[in-house]
T-cell receptor, first 112, second 116 residues
């Protein structure tokens, strides 16, 4: 799987949008972008994934650039409970149940 | 619906002692994973099961680690003997079987092991 690059840490004020970038410049055409997050003392939690188009669900929005070399996870109104490590993962399409390959992620701190 | 259950949540042992971790996946999930997470790092796969068959155990240190999933449901991960470097969080995850690339993996809370 292609590797990803994320900032080590970010801060965000409570109630503001949190924009978490991810670079995946070597991504292949058949690879999805996944986002997971890990709150302290919990296991990772799925957030969202996408291939080419922007995606939105009840948790977040995912913006993928046209060349697919980078993406941004957007938490529209961050709360203190969104403080966590966020992982951007690239995964081959139709890979079935292959394991996730995690990097170090971005530690997001939401500040009151 | 219950999520992935792991026990114990915390375990402290002395080096050279054995230790075992237990995982109960989400009902109906045929695929089960064990991941290792060192402090400040992302999780790394140790072993993956499809039903009761270990289909990917290339990262499992077989000299001291073993795992089983006898009836294709619950799984146990064992370390014998434990070493200081085994101190970490051991995560269990499960997912539905199938070829869909969008199969979501659901993680348990993990077992935090401290080896003294």
């Amino acid at each position: 799987d292609a590797k990803t690059t994320q900032p080590t840490s970010m801060d965000c004020a409570e109630g503001r949008a949190a924009n978490l970038p991810c670079n995946h410049s070597t991504i292949s055409g058949n690879e999805y972008v996944y986002w997971y997050r890990q709150i302290h003392s919990q296991g990772p939690q799925y957030i969202i994934h996408g291939l080419k188009n922007n995606e939105t669900n009840e948790m977040a929005s995912l913006i993928i650039t046209e060349d697919r070399k980078s993406s941004t996870l957007i938490l529209p109104h961050a709360t203190l409970r969104d403080t966590a490590v966020y992982y951007c993962i690239v995964r081959v399409a139709n890979s079935g149940n292959t394991p996730l390959v995690f990097g170090k992620g971005t530690r997001l701190s939401v500040i009151a | 619906e219950a999520g992935v259950v792991q026990s114990p949540r915390y375990k402290i042992i002395e080096k050279k002692q054995p230790v075992a971790f237990w995982c109960n996946p989400i009902s109906g999930h045929n695929t089960l994973y064990w991941y290792l997470q060192n402090l400040g790092q992302g999780p790394e796969l140790l072993i993956r099961y499809e039903n009761e068959e270990a289909v990917d155990d290339s990262q499992l240190p077989k000299d001291r680690f073993s795992a089983e999933r006898l009836k294709g449901v619950d799984s146990t991960l064992k370390i014998q003997p434990a070493e200081l470097g085994d101190s970490a969080v051991y995560l269990c995850a499960s997912s539905l079987s199938g070829a869909a690339s969008t199969d979501t993996q659901y993680f348990g809370p993990g077992t935090r092991l401290t080896v003294l």
